[in-house]
């Protein structure tokens, strides 16, 4: 035996006191008084042999290990906390649930959506806390040049608390700032993943020419449709009920909670959609303006444009979300002589020659020297 810290015995008590190594624990007393009176004492070798040297008995004998704990049964440790998380779940459901019904109705009346949309506008009512309450009904949305359209939403419209709320001065505003410059000399306009058409509603608002707007899904479609009906814009803006893609055919969407994330997918479960091509649809007309957010495909719808792009020199406003996107796309531009790409940064467009991750400002705005 040899002098050390009372420390050395911290893996004997870790030992005693661990209720899965043994089948029996130490009683507090006397292991208390065990480590008092030995403190200074440790022995090389295992817990066992440590505690039988300190003390003379072995470590199975009763007299030292005065209460017995039955060994766990499984259905104890595993059933019970399975059993116990799926209620907990089920309760935070209820709880949830009930709460957003009760924010619902607190907020869906006229006069608080009016307080709502005052005091985030004044910078009075933070982010933070209107990006939590949904807006519903009809509002007016002031676009970047300066005009009033009508937007129409509900609670499944997810950019609805930056189009409404932030009126368009948070949601990709660097973004609608230039397709706005953009759309208000162009005579024709194409939206592919127009989701509740603000794209177009913003080209309509702004500029003089007209709007086509791909949108494939059933769930937010009607949203589109509202909106150019609140409007009154059923002759400017045509709604292409199908998925842009490199060819004619079909596919699955894949459509998740987030309805802004859904895309065409092969392994999609969500319904199955008609595919069309750009050029399909424009049978040889012009645009001025193409502007592309459909969940990384970007590359296959720029690829089913080939026509228009070679012919036209439309300006591109492109998301890529990954470096990967970035590049297919510019690989489908360069032969179409697109020599300049610009990142859509907070400050506005940037010149870049590489991808840019920058969280919420995924758009790149792409142009060929030679414009037709």
């Given amino acids: 035996m040899r002098l050390v810290p009372r420390l050395a015995l911290s893996s004997t008590s870790a030992y005693l006191a ?23 004492l440790a022995v090389t070798g295992n817990p066992p042999d440590i505690v039988t040297a300190l003390s003379g008995v072995g470590a199975g004998r009763n007299d030292l290990f005065l209460q017995q704990t039955r060994p766990q049964r499984r259905w104890m440790t595993r059933r019970w906390p399975r059993a116990w998380a799926g209620t907990m779940r ?30 985030s506008r004044a910078g009075f009512i933070p982010r933070r806390v209107y990006y939590r309450l949904p807006p519903l009904g009809v509002h007016t949305v002031t676009s970047p040049a300066g005009h009033s359209f009508t937007y129409a939403t509900d609670k499944s419209d997810m950019i609805s608390r930056g189009v409404v709320w932030g009126n ?45 707007a ?15 009906r609140a409007n009154g814009w059923e002759n400017r803006i045509t709604v ?16 998740p909670d987030d309805t802004t994330a859904a895309k065409v997918d092969d392994a999609g ?12 649809v424009l049978h040889g007309r012009r645009a001025d303006v193409i502007k592309v957010d459909v969940e990384g495909l970007e590359a296959q719808v720029l690829a089913g444009a080939s ?27 360069t032969p179409h ?36």
């Fill in 337 to 372: 002589g697109y020599d300049r790409c610009q990142h859509l940064a907070p400050n506005g467009a940037i010149l870049t020659e590489r991808f840019v991750h920058m969280a919420r400002y995924a758009n790149f705005l792409w142009t060929a020297s030679a414009i037709v």
């Fill in 90 to 119: 089920s309760v935070r459901k209820i709880v949830r649930d009930s709460l957003v019904s009760i924010r619902d109705a607190l907020v869906s009346n006229r006069p608080a959506q009016n307080i709502i949309r005052s005091g």
């Fill in 307 to 333: 026509e228009t792009l070679g012919r036209y020199k439309p300006a591109l406003i492109v998301e890529a979300l990954t470096e990967r996107s970035f590049e297919e796309v510019r690989a489908v531009l």
């Fill in 18 to 40: 661990h209720p899965l190594r043994q089948r029996h624990r130490m009683g507090p007393e006397i292991g208390g008084d065990l480590l008092d009176r030995h403190h200074v």
């Fill in 240 to 255: 292409v009920p199908k998925g842009a893609s490199d060819a004619p055919g079909s596919a699955r969407m894949t459509i």
């Fill in 168 to 212: 368009l001065k948070v949601w990709e505003a660097s973004s609608l700032a230039v397709f706005s410059d953009l759309s208000r000399k162009s005579e024709r306009i194409l939206d592919v993943g127009a989701y509740s058409g603000v794209y177009s509603l913003i080209a309509c608002a702004d500029g003089p020419g007209e709007a086509i």
């Fill in 269 to 280: 479960t969500g319904p199955t959609i008609e595919l069309t091509t750009i050029d399909e």
């Fill in 214 to 228: 791909f949108e494939p899904n059933p769930k937010i479609r009607p949203l589109l449709e509202r909106n150019i």
